[in-house]
C-alpha cells in the first residue's frame, strides 16, 4: 500500500516548456488534490476533483490544468511554464464525506528557468 | 472570507519550554479546524483536528469561537517537535481545507 505517490520527485524546466505532474492513490479516495507550497505563503489549492471526471478550481489555478480520467490518477498540467511556477507541488486525496483528513504525496520540487 | 492566518513565521523555543502556535480564522459558519505538520523531509500529516478533542505527542488545541483561534499547545517542547505547523480551515462546503501561512517551530537544546 503506496498511498499517495507522485512523478517526478524532482524536474527542471525552461520557460515555455509544458509538462504533467502525476499523481496516484491507491486508497481508493473520491477526493484528490493539487496544492503549490511557497515560502510565506504556506499551502495553496490549484485544482481539486471530488470525483472521476470531475475537477473544480481553487485558489491559484491560472497556468495550469487538470484530468482525472481514472479514478487514482490526478494529473497536473503546465502547457507553457513560466518562473512564477517554480514551486514544490503536493498532491494529496481523501475519502468521500472525510474531506478533512487529507493524505499528502511526498512533493514534486519544480524549477522554472 | 474565509481565511486562516497564522501570525508567526517561525518560533523558536527551547527544549523543556511551553509552546504555542497561534491560529486565528475568519468563517461565516459553524468552523472544523485542523493542524497538519510536516517534519523535515517528510509529507504533510494530520496531526490534529478540533472535533476529536485529542491530544497527540502531547499537543491540544481548543476551539475559541468567541476570540476565532485554534492555537495548538504543548506544555513542554520536545527536540523531536521541531518542524512546520499549518493550520487549516474545513472550507467548499466540506470537499476542501484553506492552510494558513504555516508556522516553523525549532526547539533548541
Known amino acids: 500500500n503506496a498511498g499517495v505517490t507522485q512523478t517526478p520527485k524532482f524536474r527542471v524546466l525552461k520557460t515555455g516548456q509544458s509538462m504533467t505532474l502525476l499523481c496516484a492513490q491507491d486508497m481508493n479516495h473520491e477526493y484528490m488534490y493539487w496544492y503549490r507550497q511557497d515560502p510565506g505563503m504556506g499551502l495553496r489549492l490549484i485544482h481539486y476533483s471530488v470525483g472521476e471526471g470531475t475537477t473544480a478550481k481553487g485558489e491559484v489555478p491560472d497556468g495550469y490544468n487538470v484530468s482525472r480520467l481514472k479514478k487514482q490518477n490526478f494529473l497536473l498540467g503546465l502547457e507553457s511554464a513560466a518562473p512564477s511556477q517554480t514551486s514544490v507541488y503536493f498532491c494529496?486525496?481523501?475519502?468521500?464525506?472525510?474531506?478533512?483528513?487529507?493524505?499528502f504525496g511526498p512533493g514534486t520540487r519544480l524549477l522554472v528557468l | 472570507a474565509q481565511r486562516v492566518t497564522q501570525p508567526e513565521k517561525l518560533l523558536s523555543v527551547f527544549k523543556g519550554a511551553p509552546v504555542e502556535l497561534k491560529c486565528n480564522y475568519s468563517?461565516?459558519?459553524?468552523?472544523?479546524l485542523f493542524w497538519y505538520v510536516q517534519y523535515s523531509r517528510q509529507r504533510l500529516q494530520l496531526l490534529l483536528r478540533h472535533i476529536s478533542r485529542e491530544s497527540i505527542k502531547g499537543f491540544t488545541a481548543d476551539l475559541n469561537k468567541g476570540e476565532t483561534s485554534f492555537h495548538l499547545k504543548k506544555p513542554f517542547a520536545q527536540e523531536e517537535d521541531s518542524a512546520m505547523y499549518y493550520c487549516?480551515?474545513?472550507?467548499?462546503?466540506?470537499?476542501?481545507?484553506?492552510f494558513g501561512t504555516g508556522t516553523q517551530l525549532k526547539v533548541e537544546l
Open positions: 494529496a486525496s481523501t475519502q468521500s464525506g472525510q474531506a478533512k483528513t487529507q493524505y
Open positions: 468563517y461565516s459558519g459553524s468552523p472544523e
Open positions: 487549516a480551515l474545513l472550507t467548499g462546503g466540506g470537499n476542501k481545507l484553506t
